[in-house]
């Protein structure tokens, strides 16, 4: 099966981006770490390729993604961008790096940025870094903002159950959306919120939404490649859809190696030199 947009080779950008929004063509982005997975997801036709902090949860096995470093991102993201010749490219700034010090938030910035060549960047927080966000979008870093439930704010809330549900937290969130269009973000993920808020931001700005449990009336989805592949198992929030069961057939693949070694099955003479 080819993707969906293969005979489109062109590079996507963030005015392609906004673009696909005014035209109501939906963008797909998917998470990748390292230059296999990105090398397929770039091939199969993703729009977004994100080079997540989840890359702590799914490649390092923490139970949460504060322990991602910058040079373990960097590291990710140079695998990935090794790989994509179509996809944007987006990375996370990890945990501790922009948080009310737009100097630090600025060096950290472009220190991905040299260092990867990736496209864009991803931050976490609405108001609160306001400043910082403005810097680096100053420094003509393009940023896809991050609201709704922030992984990295887990300490915080102590929960990662769905947010913006009260009309208080619904009305911050859609003030941060209008903060972050205003400081000239080109997108804005929007995670685990209800998809009427979702939908209502959507329809409040011209920049591309898009959603991770945020519901149908957003520009565009996003999920985990670990997730949605089926590899990973014990995580199944209602706004997951598996498109494959690998975990299966990884499994059933290791333990027939297991068991053809065992029987010195493999490798046979053509195997051999
Ligand atoms: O790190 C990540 O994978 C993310 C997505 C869940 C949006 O931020």
């Known amino acids: 099966?080819?993707?969906?947009?293969s005979d489109d080779k062109r590079k996507v950008t963030t005015h392609r981006l906004i673009e696909m929004k005014q035209r109501g063509e939906k963008i797909s982005m998917l998470t990748s770490y390292d230059y296999t997975m990105a090398s397929i997801v770039d091939g199969a036709g993703i729009d977004v390729i994100l080079v997540g902090d989840s890359a702590?949860?799914?490649m390092a096995g923490n139970v949460t993604t504060l322990p991602m470093t910058l040079d373990?991102?960097?590291?990710?993201?140079?695998?990935?961008?090794?790989?994509?010749?179509?996809?944007?490219?987006?990375?996370?700034m990890p945990f501790g790096t922009c948080s009310g010090n737009p100097i630090k938030?600025?060096?950290?910035?472009?220190?991905?940025?040299?260092?990867?060549?990736?496209?864009?960047?991803?931050?976490e927080g609405g108001k609160e870094i306001e400043a910082d966000v403005k810097k680096i979008i100053d420094a003509g870093i393009p940023v896809m903002s991050h609201l709704g439930l922030m992984p990295q704010s887990i300490n915080k809330y102590g929960t990662y159950t769905v947010r913006a549900k009260e009309d208080g937290e619904a009305k911050k969130l859609i003030d941060d959306c209008l903060l972050m269009e205003e400081l000239g973000c080109?997108?804005?993920?929007?995670?685990?919120?209800?998809?009427?808020?979702a939908a209502e931001v959507a329809s409040k700005v011209r920049i591309p939404i898009i959603g991770i449990g945020a519901g149908g009336q957003v520009d565009g989805q996003v999920l985990v490649i670990q997730d949605m592949l089926g590899m990973t198992k014990g995580f199944s929030p209602r706004f997951l859809r598996r498109y494959a069961d690998l975990h299966t057939v990884m499994t059933d693949a290791v333990s027939q190696y297991v068991a053809d070694v065992k029987s010195a099955d493999f490798p046979n003479e053509k195997e051999q030199y």
Do not use: W
């Open 105 to 123: 938030s600025l060096e950290a910035a472009i220190s991905i940025m040299k260092k990867t060549g990736c496209d864009a960047l991803k931050i």
């Open 56 to 58: 702590s949860n799914v």
């Open 186 to 197: 080109f997108a804005i993920v929007l995670e685990k919120i209800p998809a009427t808020v």
């Open 72 to 92: 373990q991102m960097i590291y990710h993201a140079e695998s990935v961008v090794r790989a994509v010749s179509r996809a944007m490219v987006v990375v996370d």
């Open 1 to 5: 099966m080819t993707g969906y947009l």
